[in-house]
């Protein structure tokens, strides 16, 4: 996790910064900031009229103010500005214009990380649209961080929500470098939510091969449905970092009748990394 990708739209979460600090502090990671914003056309027809779409002045100038706040935390937590080649703890910053999130996604795959903010509706919350072009078109693993999440430490207890699904399998394997330095991790299986692959004492077993201190536990709760009960035994578990495949179900039909990916992404209280 030597490069890390954070994004920034209007105003820094001083949530995801301190969680994209925490993982700089434990890999000695470049960290770098991306002003972004939604890509839309020059007018927006609504049901109310026809919006203008800010100009090309409003949004330079919104990245110019995410980037002197960006920089004003890092400086603020004593992280150095990004020598001409990165070498330990330092940070960057990336352009003067709004990233939209396709170019997001592009940009993405010269990280070893993305961290961003819970996606909601508020104006200083991310938007599902930045959250799902990281997840899909980046290739790489996106750590959600919900706003009450700032800690010193993450990973020191991890709980991996097993399905069998290859989308799981890579979120396992980017998530390698936290499992290792991790002291505990269950490999947590949700009994109605899987598909066909190994099950999670295969998975704990391989673990435990690379050192890590992997156990197996498999829940049945009707009560509750798959995302809600993989949170539930996450905060039961004293869980730090939640690992999960992303969308082993289409986007459409989780948004139609709903799925864990959805659930979490909208609920989690503890960090996620998810891989796609």
């Not at 890509?39 to 002197?68: F, H, M």
């Not at 795959?109 to 599902?128: H, K, N, Y």
């Not at 039909?253 to 989690?268: D, N, P, Y």
């Amino acid at each position: 996790m030597k490069a890390i990708l954070v994004p920034v739209e209007h105003h820094p979460s001083s949530a995801v910064l301190q969680i994209a600090l925490v993982v700089g502090h434990a890999f000695d990671s470049y960290i770098e900031g991306v002003p972004t914003g939604p890509s839309v056309p020059d007018d927006i027809v609504t049901d109310v009229g026809t919006l203008t779409a800010p100009d090309s002045g409003t949004r330079r100038e919104w990245a110019k103010n995410a980037r002197q706040q960006f920089e004003a935390w890092m400086t603020a937590q004593s992280v150095p500005p990004r020598p001409e080649e990165p070498c330990g703890l330092c940070f960057g910053w990336h352009g003067d214009e709004l990233v939209g999130d396709e170019a997001l996604g592009c940009l993405g795959r010269a990280f070893d990380l993305i961290v961003v903010g819970r996606p909601g509706s508020g104006r200083d919350e991310t938007r599902m649209a930045t959250v799902e072009a990281a997840l899909f078109d980046s290739g790489r693993p996106v750590l959600i961080v919900p706003p009450s999440a700032a800690r010193a430490t993450l990973g020191d207890a991890i709980v991996i929500s097993w399905n069998g699904s290859a989308e799981t399998a890579r979120a396992v394997s980017f998530a390698m470098p936290f499992l290792i330095k991790a002291h505990r991790v269950v490999v947590l299986t949700v009994k109605g939510s899987t598909v066909e692959g190994p099950i999670g004492e295969q998975i704990a077993a391989t673990l435990r091969l690379h050192g890590v201190a992997a156990t197996a536990l498999t829940k049945e709760d009707e009560r509750r449905s798959p995302g809600a009960t993989i949170l539930a035994q996450a905060r039961e578990l004293g869980a730090d970092l939640l690992v999960k495949g992303a969308y082993t179900q289409s986007r459409i039909r989780e948004l139609i009748f709903g799925g864990a990916t959805r659930h979490i992404l909208e609920h989690t209280g503890l960090p996620v990394l998810m891989a796609h």
